[in-house]
């Protein structure tokens, strides 16, 4: 089992400190990130978004109530196909849904405690959407090219990259007064010196590494490992698997066949939105079919993250 005092979220961002050095001293071509990537969106990314049913049988479970398993996946592609045509129709809204949601997913995996009172959950909402502008905006040269792709009937890419320079000003001033305001108010939310002090160590530490980093490096690292192994950790508790090497083996092995199933449905989209036009780059359609992927895991995954008992728990 892991050391109390070595958690899960120290070594990740220790890992992320090591593989910045590495950056800083190798520079490492466009397609070696894009491999990179490509690997750990296959090995954690898509798969922690796999074990939804298993989340939803839990807390049907746990409400003493039977899952229809029909009804399960018809509302959950259902969500998808919706979702999937609005990013076809309308891509500028679809791109603010997008950022609406994940912002609070992100915030609320992030977040070291959790409790039910309302400021709690605005906070999440506030720091999630500042953390995904940041990763967006803060290699905005890179990114502008992707978003033009979608929303190059509103802006030109240089206009992109004006918006995307002032919004990561924006968010630097968010992130220091948001900072400000949760010390003022750390009582009320139930958070400790020593909970302020973690939480705000920990968002130094992103910040650091996602500027560093090249751009598709620091998206690998906050989503495909940071995120991810922070998702799969609280399924891991919710669905009872110990945390030992066995434990994390039987969760993987157990999210594989949902996985081989999210994989050809991403690819299959991303081949039709490709052919289609409608993104006139692979990686865009990519990105678009993760997005419509995301859209049902979120709802199922946040259920989860209430009914795990992680209430006043911290996970630093």
């Known amino acids: 089992m892991f050391s109390q005092h070595f958690t899960l979220r120290s070594r990740i961002l220790t890992l992320g400190f090591v593989v910045t050095i590495i950056c800083l001293l190798v520079n490492l071509s466009v397609n070696i990130q894009l491999t990179l990537l490509t690997i750990i969106m296959l090995v954690t990314g898509i798969p922690h978004g796999s074990l939804d049913f298993y989340l939803e049988e839990q807390r049907y479970a ?12 018809a509302k959950y592609l259902l969500y998808m196909l919706v979702y999937g045509i609005l990013w076809f ?11 609406c949601i994940t912002a609070y997913h992100f915030g609320e995996i992030d977040w070291i405690l959790k409790n039910n009172k309302i400021l709690n959950s605005i906070l999440i909402f506030i720091y999630g ?34 918006i995307g320079a002032n919004i990561l000003l924006c968010c630097k001033i968010g992130f220091c007064i948001i900072m400000a305001f949760i010390f003022t108010v750390r009582k009320s939310i139930n958070w400790s010196l020593r909970d302020f002090s973690d939480f705000l160590m920990q968002t130094l530490l992103i910040y650091v590494i996602c500027t560093l980093m090249p751009f598709y490096l620091s998206f690998t690292f906050y989503f495909g490992i940071w995120h991810s192994t922070l998702s799969f950790d609280v399924i891991r508790r919710q669905l009872n698997f110990t945390n030992t090497m066995q434990g994390w083996e039987k969760m993987i092995k157990k999210s594989l066949p949902f996985v081989i199933i999210a994989v050809f449905a991403l690819l299959l ?8 036009f409608f993104s006139s780059t692979v990686l865009t359609s990519l990105i678009v079919g993760i997005a419509v992927l995301t859209l049902p895991h979120l ?3 946040s259920k989860a993250v209430r009914a795990a008992s992680m209430i006043n728990q911290r996970t630093f």
Not at 63 to 71: L, P, S
């Open 129 to 162: 959407l500042l953390m995904i502008l940041f990763i967006i905006t803060n290699h905005i040269d890179d990114t502008a090219p992707l978003i033009y792709v979608l929303l190059k009937k509103c802006f030109t890419i240089m206009q992109i990259v004006r």
């Open 62 to 73: 746990e409400q003493k109530r039977r899952i229809n398993r029909a009804v399960f996946f």
């Open 89 to 99: 129709f309308l891509p500028n809204l679809s791109l603010i849904v997008f950022i």
């Open 299 to 301: 709802q199922v995954f």
């Open 269 to 276: 989209f991303s081949f039709f939105n490709y052919l289609s």
